[in-house]
């Protein structure tokens, strides 16, 4: 298994190979990343391992960039509802 049990397709593990790989090629990859994991999986534990195996040799690749984004946009709070949700008069 070339990408390891944090990249089961080497998705990751490919896109650090491609050159001049765009960041808007990486978020679509690492969307079809996330999507393949197992539902077992917890995806914040997966980034660190790959940002840990990658960012060392690759600080600035558009990859460890748009893993970084992921982790902290997990982090965030998200608002839910809005409009629609209250209720009405």
Do not use: Q
Request: with cysteine.
């Amino acid at each position: 298994m070339k990408g390891g049990a944090d990249d089961p397709k080497g998705l990751i593990f490919e896109a650090y190979r491609i050159p001049e790989i765009t960041e808007g090629e990486c978020r679509s990859i690492f969307l079809d990343w996330a999507l393949s994991l197992p539902l077992e999986t917890d995806t914040g534990t997966a980034i660190r391992a790959l940002l840990k195996s990658y960012e060392g040799t690759a600080p600035e690749h558009p990859m460890t960039l748009v893993m970084k984004e992921g982790l902290r946009s997990m982090a965030a709070p998200r608002r839910r509802g809005g409009w629609r949700s209250r209720p009405r008069n």
